[in-house]
């Protein structure tokens, strides 16, 4: 299995920044797509960010020229650095990561980003 914990989630005034970031533990072979999604209550979880293996991103309309995101493929973890936050963007914030040896995504727990107007 694979464990991943989010963590750097809290509360921020809009226009603020927060990064957030994705620790993984666990019997790893090999991760390749990893991203970060997220959701708000009554509605579906949805794409905020991905990063393959080699470094290639794609990012979510919403978010494009604001949220940048980053992995370590050495230490096998993933960051999202968050500016100019806006109210919208208040939710829970899931890390995901794709396992090519098992061919499953593996999720964290989530962690609550808070953006206040």
């Known amino acids: 299995q694979v464990m991943l914990v989010e963590s750097g989630g809290g509360l921020v005034q809009a226009g603020g920044s927060l990064r957030l970031s994705c620790a993984t533990s666990?019997?790893?072979?090999?991760?390749?797509?990893m991203g970060w999604y997220r959701q708000v209550p009554g509605k579906q979880r949805e794409l905020v960010g991905s990063i393959t293996r080699g470094g290639d991103t794609n990012y979510a309309d919403f978010v494009k020229g604001r949220f940048t995101i980053s992995r370590d493929n050495a230490k096998n973890t993933v960051a999202l650095q968050m500016d100019s936050l806006k109210p919208e963007d208040t939710a829970v914030y899931f890390c995901?990561?794709?396992?090519?040896?098992?061919?499953?995504?593996?999720w964290g727990q989530g962690t609550q980003v808070t953006v206040s107007s």
């Open positions: 666990g019997n790893i072979f090999r991760l390749n797509t």
């Open positions: 995901m990561a794709h396992d090519a040896y098992r061919g499953r995504d593996f």
